[in-house]
């Protein structure tokens, strides 16, 4: 499977396919507006990509460049192509395009046993253990509730996570990144 990264914005079609992946993909609580991330995508540093695997549309990411690290705030698979491999091969496309960055993400913690969708959770986690991310053992906690943080590699978590919440919101928003439970 061979996959490429198209910028979302010099496509008309895959536009309004990774659109639609994303406000399905994510809850309304922890989505941001779609017209904010269509414009911070247009500066330098943060992309809005999809992704085509032998030219067929199977993802999309949101992702702030940091000094060291490459912070993916949304990454989804198209819901006909998850569990096939799909998401693994755009992680090892991104490990491998940005070989010179730590990943980075969020993901719902499992010390909510009791949440509605902790089965979900627990895969995803999996998903994302036997892709090479770590839990490095600090939560976020932004707009839409209290994450855990995934790396693939070591970096400055706090740094690297304030620096991209920094770039993304005008250097307005600050993000609190704590020891998680």
Same mark, same amino acid.
């Given at each position: 499977?061979?996959?490429? $990264?198209?910028?979302?914005?010099?496509?008309?079609?895959?536009?309004? @396919?990774?659109?639609?992946?994303?406000?399905?993909?994510?809850?309304? $609580?922890?989505?941001?507006?779609?017209?904010?991330?269509?414009?911070?995508?247009?500066? @330098?540093?943060?992309?809005?990509?999809?992704?085509?695997?032998?030219? =067929?549309?199977?993802?999309?990411?949101?992702?702030?460049?940091?000094?060291?690290?490459?912070?993916?705030?949304?990454?989804?698979?198209?819901?006909?192509?998850?569990?096939?491999?799909?998401?693994?091969?755009?992680?090892?496309?991104? *490990?491998?395009?940005?070989?010179? *960055?730590?990943?980075?993400?969020? &993901? $719902?913690?499992?010390?909510? =046993?009791?949440?509605?969708?902790?089965?979900?959770?627990?895969? @995803?986690?999996?998903?994302?253990?036997?892709?090479?991310?770590?839990?490095?053992?600090?939560?976020?906690?932004? &707009?839409?509730? @209290?994450?855990?943080?995934?790396?693939?590699? $070591? &970096?400055?978590? &706090?740094?690297?996570?304030?620096?991209?919440?920094?770039?993304?919101?005008?250097?307005?928003?600050? =993000?609190?990144?704590?020891?998680?439970?």
């Amino acid at each position: 499977m061979v996959i490429h $990264e198209v910028d979302v914005l010099k496509n008309r079609e895959i536009y309004e @396919r990774v659109k639609k992946l994303y406000l399905s993909a994510f809850p309304k $609580e922890e989505r941001l507006p779609w017209w904010l991330l269509r414009l911070s995508s247009r500066r @330098r540093g943060i992309g809005l990509s999809a992704y085509l695997a032998d030219g =067929v549309f199977c993802g999309m990411t949101y992702h702030i460049f940091t000094d060291h690290g490459l912070m993916i705030m949304f990454f989804s698979v198209d819901r006909e192509l998850r569990a096939k491999g799909y998401g693994s091969a755009i992680l090892s496309y991104l *490990k491998q395009q940005y070989a010179d *960055k730590t990943l980075l993400l969020h &993901v $719902e913690p499992l010390d909510e =046993v009791d949440a509605p969708n902790y089965a979900e959770r627990v895969r @995803r986690m999996a998903f994302y253990t036997k892709n090479g991310f770590l839990d490095t053992g600090m939560d976020v906690f932004d &707009v839409g509730g @209290r994450f855990r943080i995934l790396a693939n590699g $070591e &970096v400055d978590i &706090v740094k690297e996570y304030r620096q991209a919440f920094y770039r993304f919101s005008f250097y307005l928003w600050r =993000v609190r990144i704590c020891q998680g439970g």
